[in-house]
């Protein structure tokens, strides 16, 4: 069983991109995780995705934020956002799936977190007191077998960004954000890439340009896991292909895969 976390910056440029890119994996993606749709439910093109198999979930936007879980396994139940209501859940960027099946036991939550902005500002305050919601939301998982994986606009160590130097103090380097993320991975999650690869430096992330063929990027996707989710969890890896292909035009992020033990 495969889980895909793919920051698609908006489904309808991207999906000739998608849909490839699943044919050229041979369609071994079992449950693929989408942020950044920038598209309501009703523009998000279900009819392609059911015809590779897939059931969809959504949880859209209008031009900005918005996440789906596609899955070819049963879906039993889906919780989309934090339940918090107000601003919290108008910008739409969570969502929660319970799988049956083969795979009953495990939940999933697709994340999109708030890219933040400078130190001070509203987008940074909102940022950091999202997060605080978010680990109090998780703290409820933390006990089942589940994986919270998407762009949590956070580079959680030096190690994930390509020059630590001139990036210090950036967006998604600020210590307080680095802080807010561990505060989440702290209360029952593990990053999988760090437990399995902790010597191999991946990004996931590049500005557009040439910074994806000089690997100046950063990591910013990741997948977390329970203690439960870690047993069953075999391999993670990043598949550039996407990010590499020049046209249809990329994303600016490459999609993240953790394989699950059968």
């Known amino acids: 069983m495969r889980i895909c976390t793919f920051n698609v910056n908006s489904i309808r440029a991207r999906l000739g991109l998608l849909l490839d890119w699943l044919k050229h994996r041979g369609d071994d993606i079992d449950v693929l995780c989408l942020q950044e749709l920038k598209t309501v439910d009703d523009g998000f093109p279900v009819n392609d995705f059911q015809a590779l198999g897939y059931r969809c979930e959504l949880y859209g936007q209008k031009a900005y934020n918005g996440v789906a879980i596609c899955s070819r396994l049963p879906v039993v139940s889906v919780e989309k956002g934090l339940g918090l209501g107000g601003d919290w859940d108008s910008q739409r960027r969570l969502m929660r ?109 590049w500005a557009y340009g040439a910074a994806i063929w000089k690997d100046q990027g950063m990591r910013i996707d990741y997948v977390l896991a329970t203690a439960g989710g870690l047993k069953i969890t075999k391999e993670i890896s990043v598949d550039l292909w996407p990010r590499r292909k020049k046209t249809p035009t990329p994303s600016d992020h490459a999609p993240v895969i953790v394989e699950l033990a059968d």
């Open 97 to 205: 799936v319970a799988l049956g099946g083969a795979a009953e036991g495990i939940t999933i939550v697709c994340v999109y977190a708030p890219h933040g902005g400078e130190r001070g500002s509203e987008k940074y305050n909102y940022k950091l007191q999202w997060y605080e919601k978010f680990r109090e939301y998780l703290g409820a998982i933390a006990h089942e077998t589940a994986f919270v994986v998407g762009d949590f606009n956070v580079a959680r160590f030096d190690s994930d960004v390509y020059d630590p130097a001139a990036l210090r103090d950036t967006i998604a380097t600020m210590p307080e954000e680095r802080r807010a993320f561990e505060n989440v991975i702290d209360c029952g999650f593990t990053d999988v890439h760090g437990h399995l690869h902790p010597a191999e430096r991946q990004f996931t992330w």
